[in-house]
C-alpha cells in the first residue's frame, strides 16, 4: 500500500470519528431516549400478564381465581383491564352467575340428635353424612356416602348456558339450628339461586328446596334436573353378602314398587310419575321423595359395582327431572330420607310402600312377616333380652301356633302306617300286574278305614311360608346388626369358630358352627320324620335327600347370618322334641289300627273326589284297552 492510499484512510477514519462525536446525543437526549425504552418495556410487558391472566381464567381451576394478586396502584388502568378479561371470561362461562364463579370451599355443619351432616359451600350439598347412634363393624363413624366421590347438583339452562351449581359458590344466607339457606348471587340482587337444608329435630329426613328468585324469564323449568351419585362405602363383617343386598328401588305413584336389579350393573329410564327412590344399602338407605313426584321423561336411574374394591359397595346415580309449576315458578322442594332400614321407621314415615325398601318376600311370605314374625319379635324386644334368648322365645311361640298343624301332620302319618299289613298285602297280589287296578285297590282301602292321603301334606304346605319367610326376616333385621350371642358376635352375618388358610368354593374361608349344627339336626329330623312314613321306605331317592338338601344347605348357609342358622338349629330341635312328644303321650298307634279296622267294616259313601277319580281312573283304562 503506498503513501497516499494511507493517507486517504486516516482522513477517512478521522472524519467518522469526527462526525460521530459531533452527532452525539446530549445528556437530556440520552434520558429521553432511556425513558422511552423502559415505558416500551413496560406496555410489553402489561401485554404479557394480561394475556397470562386471559389464560388462567380459562385453564386453572376456580379457587385459583379469587388468589390473582391485584396490581400496584401506579398499574391501576392495568387491574381494571385484567379484572375485565378476567369477567369476561367468568361471563363467557358461567353467565350472569358469574360473581358466583369464585369463592371459597366451605362446611357448614347442620345436626340433630340422629344425623350430622356436612353442607359444602360449592356447590350447596351434603358431603359428610354421619348416622350418630351407629357404627361400622370395625367400629368407625358411619357415613351413608363417601364424602371424596360424590356429585350432588342441579343442572339448568341459562340461555345457551349448561350450568351446574357444583361449579358455584354459595354464601350463608341463612342458618339456624338444624338448618341453613344458602345462595349464590348474581350480578343483580334480585336475581340469585337459593338451595336451604332443614333437619327434623328428631328423625332421619333432611328437608331440601332448591329455588331460582328473579330467574323465570331466563330458565327454563322444563330442564332443569337434579343428579346425585354416589360411592357406598363397606359397613358390615363380610363385604360379598353386604353387596348382595345393595340396590335402587323406586316407585311409580300408580304401581308397586320396583328395583334394579341386585346381582349386576343395571339401569332404567323411568317412564312415569316417581314418588320416591332409594339407594338401599344393606341396612341404611339414601332415599329421594317428592310429595309432586319426579317427572318420567328422562329421568334415569342405575347402579355399579365394584369388583376390585374392599372398601365400597356400589356406586349408585339419579338422575330425576322435575314437573313445570303452573306458574313457571322454578321451586323444587324434596325431602331425603337418610337412616336405618328398620320396618317400623320406614313404615311411620307415612310413604306409600316405603317400608317395602326391606326385602321381606313376595305374597304370602311378606305377609307372613309383617303380620306374624314381626309383631311378635317386636314383643319380645320390648323386654330387653339378648337377641339369642328372643329368637328362642320367638321359635317357640311360632312352633305352639303351629302345634295343631303338626299335631294333625303326625296323625296322619300313624293312621297311615297303621294300614300297613293292608296295603303290604295290596303290594303282594299286584306285584308285577296292573298298576291301576293297584291304584285303584289303595283308593278303595282308603276310603273303607277313612283315611284321606292328602290330609297329611296340607299342615307341611302351610309351614312352608313361615320357613321362607324367616329366610327373609333374619338378614334383613338390622336388630340383629352386631349384636352377639354365644360364639358368635354379629348375629346379622356369618358367625365363625375356625378361620381356614384357604378358601372352599361356595363355602368360604371359615365355619360357621350355626350352619354345621343346623345341617346335622336336619339330617336327623329328616330320618326321625321318615320313619313316621313307612310307605316311602326303600325309596332310593328319599335316602338320597336325607343327605343332599343338609349339605346344600350348609354351603349355602355358611356365609348368611347366623341369627337364620340359629333359627333352623331351634326349629329342627323343637321339632324333634314335639314328635317324641306326640308319639310317646298323645297318638296311640294300637288304638289308630282298631278304630280304622272299624271303619272298614262300616259300608262307606264314596266321596265326589274319590268317584271323579275312579271315574278318570276307569276311562284311562278304557283308553289304554282300545289301543
Known sequence: MDRNSIIGLLLIGAILIGYTIWTAPGQEELARQAQMN???????????????????????????????????????????????LRNAALIGRQGILYPAATGTDQVITIANDALEIGIHTKGARPGTIRLKDYRTYGGEPLLLQDPDSVTYAYRFFLGKLDLSTQDLYFVVDEQGPGTVRLRASTDDPGKYIAISYHLDSTGFFLHSAF?????????????????????GQAHEKYLPTERQKCGVYYKYFNDDRDYLSETKDDEKDLSGRTNWVAFKQDFFSVAMVSDKGFAGS?????IRTFPEDSTHTKRYSAKLFFDKHADDRVQVPMRIYLGPNHFGTLRRTGIDQFARIIDLGWGIFGWMNRWLVIPIFNWLDGWGWNYG?????????????????????????????ALKPEMDAINTKFMGGDNLKKQQAVMDLYRKAGVNPASGCVPM??????LYAMFRFFPASIELRQKSFLWADDLSSYDSILHLPFNIPFYGD?????????AASTIIYTQINQQQM?????????????????????????????GLSYYYLLANVISILQMTVIKRWLVDEDKLRAELLSNMKKPKRKSRWQQRLEDLQKQQQQQARRR
Open 38 to 84: 423502559d415505558s416500551i418495556a413496560q406496555v410489553q410487558a402489561d401485554q404479557a400478564r394480561a394475556i397470562a391472566e386471559q389464560e388462567n381464567v380459562r385453564s386453572v381451576p376456580d379457587s385459583t381465581l379469587a388468589d390473582i394478586r391485584t396490581p400496584p396502584d401506579t398499574l391501576r388502568s392495568d387491574s381494571v383491564h385484567v379484572d375485565s
Open 461 to 466: 304346605l302351610i309351614q312352608l311360608p313361615i
Open 534 to 562: 313307612p310307605q316311602q321306605q326303600g325309596m332310593p331317592s328319599m335316602k338320597v335327600m336325607i343327605w343332599m338338601f343338609p349339605i346344600m344347605m350348609l354351603f349355602f348357609l355358611n356365609n348368611y347370618s347366623a
Open 510 to 518: 371359615h365355619v360357621s358352627l350355626f350352619t354345621l349344627l343346623m
Open 389 to 417: 334368648i328372643i329368637i328362642l322365645v320367638l321359635t317357640l311361640a311360632i312352633k305352639l301356633l303351629l302345634m295343631p298343624l303338626t299335631y294333625r301332620n303326625f296323625k296322619s302319618s300313624a293312621r297311615m302306617r
Open 298 to 302: 328422562g329421568s334415569k336411574l342405575a
Open 211 to 231: 329455588e331460582m328468585v328473579g330467574l323465570e324469564k331466563e330458565v327454563d323449568p322444563a330442564d332443569l334436573f337434579f343428579q346425585w351419585d354416589l360411592s
